[in-house]
């Protein structure tokens, strides 16, 4: 638990890799507590850069060290250096510039740790769920007419992706990737949990985590971590979860479509237009309503319930905020809908895109259209057997060329491991279990196979965590013609 004294907020600070949602939301709650904040990136991009530009935020391309001090005015330099997204190489030369001019350098974790962290410290976490769980859950508090200090790696639909606050209340989302190039550690050792909030635990991120003893073990230390004092709202539904939760000396709360869990949910209705579904709790039954899509999302609700409801929250203001609360963009978004539906869903390994098709499926009976581009976990060579029936609910299935990775191919080779698949081998493994799939080395070529083939009342679905190089807006466009 924390009891040091908020830290004094700085004057000036500087954003290496700017352009990132995540730092992009610090450097916006930054700037509207009243802090100068400039920023660098190899490359701007809607929508971070237009929200950058209408928040009044300075920033440019490339990496330029004297710019920094240009950019301070009278204060020289500013009084540190965050450091994230496309920036985080020990070599960049912004990096070298603080480094030798003594100005301190933060990851952005750390800066979570330093001036988001309270003494009530909510982090939701998991392999899945987590984006839009701690979203949704600092919307229910704010609603509610409380202040917490917030950060989510998303760009939420209804509110600010991230605030500082006098409050003694945080709520962040933990995410288990690595802090930076040099620090594999996962990003939620900064942030000290007294309640944790654990959606799911499954094998993820082969790249950082070679085996699935490893990816676990990360979160039963993290288990293990929060006090007796604490909480820990579980979904028991998902068997990864009850695996590393055995280790806690903390109160368990579970929640779940099992009848034996503290918050069960039950009674779905799931249509176009959103979720109606019940919780019960003991004697009490709640009626839930939400304008999100996706079945999964009956399951981020019950959670942010759950905590909420736990720390006393009245149930009436929790159900309010859910009812009013829209999602996070790139999570089953529509980007358009006509004759045709366009949604944008952040799935970028086999799970999450099974999962997104199955919601999907169930809605829209017409023909299905997915664009699948993996993460880099997700084009791992030892995790190529999750795609066995992935896409079974997708009727067309398009492989894009996949996004270039930065690969030491010495480092491979000395740990004998492969190479991330590219889009043809994706293509190889996936055609293995589904007969309509196509890989497209031209991303043109793909969008004009979307136009010529999507018809009325189908529905087509960008699966991944990258841009889609515009395809989505270029799709959109030709659609409204």
Known sequence: MRNDPAPKLPKHIHVIGICGVATSALAIAFHKAGVKVTGSDKGFFPPVSTELERQGISFYAGWHPEKLTEMSGTDNKPDFVMIGGTGTS?????????????????????????????????????????TTTSALLSYIFIHSGRKPAYFTGGLSLSHPTGALSDSDWSIVEGDEYQISISDRRPKFVHYAPTHLLLTSVSWDHADLYPTEKDYFNTFEKLVKGIPETGLIVACTDEPGVNKVITSSKAKIITYGKSEATDYSYHSISYTKNGLHFQITVGDDCYEIRSPMLGRFNVENITGAFAVAH??????????????????????????????????????????????????VREVYKNKIIAIYEPNIGGRDQKTAYKYDNAFKDADDILIPRLSQLKVDKEKVKEKNKDEPMNGSELFEVIIKTHKDVAYFDDDESLVNFLILNAKKDDCIVFLGSHGFRGMIEETVKKLTK
């Open 310 to 359: 736990r720390i006393g929250m009245p149930a009436d203001k929790i159900i309010a905020a859910i009812k009013d609360f829209k999602g996070i963009k790139r999570r089953f978004e529509k980007r358009f809908e006509g004759d045709v539906t366009v949604l944008d869903c952040h799935a970028p390994t086999a799970e999450k895109a099974m999962s997104v098709l199955e919601s």
């Open 90 to 130: 020990p070599s960049n030369p912004e990096t070298v510039w603080a480094k030798e001019n003594s100005v301190p350098t933060y990851s952005y974790p750390e800066i979570l740790e330093k001036y988001f962290i309270k003494k009530n410290s909510i982090v939701v976490a998991g392999t899945w769920g987590k």
